[in-house]
């Protein structure tokens, strides 16, 4: 388990004032669930992805896992680092190497690096500099390299941005086999593919993350309006679905293809 009590965060302006980003933080994640990250712009979420990450250390709190202060010691930050994959949203920042095929084959065994260049489709740019690849292709390479290790936290920060539809649903596959052994979070502006894909979203807004399970997040829309999102389309849907007395009111669903499912379902039995 990974767990946050009492963090607090500032940082320094440029007017050397100090502004707060979290307040009296306190969370616990777990593994065997995908979280999705939602905030508005500016909000925290990778400073929040960067204190979980081992990279950036609270102001005052802690940061554990498994019990253990990720940062009590130098070395506890080192052990618990090579427990976390974190996939940046700019991804140019993991690459050092001459070549695709020099960042995979960096710390690992061959046969692991045969099994991420076909599960990648990474294969036509081995021979490429990883900093000549297009946004979508540096975002798929930047997790072939995180998932080298296996980590024990999966971080990914815009993972699915700038992908084409294919490679965009191959990531949230992956993103959701990998969550059954281990802990996942994910950031994402796609609200309403957050809400088809993860098991529980983080809201972040006021110094705070608030946890959520998907259907209580669904009914109770106020709670996406107070972080300033956007009602996702589901709940949209299902609310006026409910409104005209075609569902009950406790009758919504994470994704419009089970709203569709749940409607001919409906008009099967009338």
């Given at each position: 388990?990974?767990?946050?009590?009492?963090?607090?965060?500032?940082?320094?302006?440029?007017?050397?004032?100090?502004?707060?980003?979290?307040?009296?933080?306190?969370?616990?994640?777990?593994?065997?669930?995908?979280?999705?990250?939602?905030?508005?712009?500016?909000?925290?979420?990778?400073?929040?992805?960067?204190?979980?990450?081992?990279?950036?250390?609270?102001?005052?709190?802690?940061?554990?896992?498994?019990?253990?202060?990720?940062?009590?010691?130098?070395?506890?930050?080192?052990?618990?680092?090579?427990?976390?994959?974190?996939?940046?949203?700019?991804?140019?920042?993991?690459?050092?190497?001459?070549?695709?095929?020099?960042?995979?084959?960096?710390?690992?065994?061959?046969?692991?690096?045969?099994?991420?260049?076909?599960?990648?489709?990474?294969?036509?740019?081995?021979?490429?500099?990883?900093?000549?690849?297009?946004?979508?292709?540096?975002?798929?390479?930047?997790?072939?390299?995180?998932?080298?290790?296996?980590?024990?936290?999966?971080?990914?920060?815009?993972?699915?941005?700038?992908?084409?539809?294919?490679?965009?649903?191959?990531?949230?596959?992956?993103?959701?086999?990998?969550?059954?052994?281990?802990?996942?979070?994910?950031?994402?502006?796609?609200?309403?593919?957050?809400?088809?894909?993860?098991?529980?979203?983080?809201f972040i807004g006021h110094g705070r993350v608030q946890k959520y399970p998907i259907l209580a997040a669904l009914r109770q829309p106020a709670i996406f309006k107070h972080y300033h999102l956007r009602v996702p389309s589901q709940a949209a849907i299902s609310k006026a679905l409910i409104t005209q007395g075609l569902f009950t009111d406790q009758q919504y669903y994470r994704s419009n293809q089970e709203i569709a499912a749940a409607?001919?379902?409906?008009?099967?039995?009338?």
């Amino acid at each position: 388990m990974l767990e946050l009590k009492n963090v607090n965060y500032t940082v320094k302006t440029t007017q050397g004032d100090e502004r707060p980003i979290f307040n009296q933080l306190s969370l616990s994640l777990v593994p065997h669930k995908l979280y999705g990250l939602l905030g508005v712009n500016g909000v925290g979420k990778t400073t929040f992805l960067n204190l979980i990450s081992g990279l950036v250390a609270p102001t005052t709190g802690t940061v554990a896992f498994k019990t253990k202060d990720v940062y009590q010691s130098a070395k506890q930050r080192r052990d618990y680092l090579d427990q976390v994959g974190y996939c940046l949203q700019n991804p140019d920042s993991l690459f050092f190497n001459k070549t695709v095929l020099d960042e995979l084959r960096y710390g690992a065994g061959a046969a692991s690096v045969e099994n991420l260049i076909q599960q990648f489709a990474l294969k036509p740019l081995l021979t490429a500099s990883p900093f000549e690849l297009s946004g979508g292709q540096k975002k798929r390479l930047a997790l072939a390299i995180m998932l080298k290790k296996q980590p024990e936290i999966l971080l990914c920060d815009e993972i699915t941005a700038g992908l084409d539809a294919h490679y965009r649903q191959f990531v949230l596959d992956l993103l959701k086999q990998y969550k059954r052994q281990h802990l996942t979070i994910w950031v994402t502006h796609d609200i309403d593919e957050a809400v088809a894909v993860s098991d529980e979203l983080l809201f972040i807004g006021h110094g705070r993350v608030q946890k959520y399970p998907i259907l209580a997040a669904l009914r109770q829309p106020a709670i996406f309006k107070h972080y300033h999102l956007r009602v996702p389309s589901q709940a949209a849907i299902s609310k006026a679905l409910i409104t005209q007395g075609l569902f009950t009111d406790q009758q919504y669903y994470r994704s419009n293809q089970e709203i569709a499912a749940a409607i001919t379902q409906i008009w099967k039995l009338r």
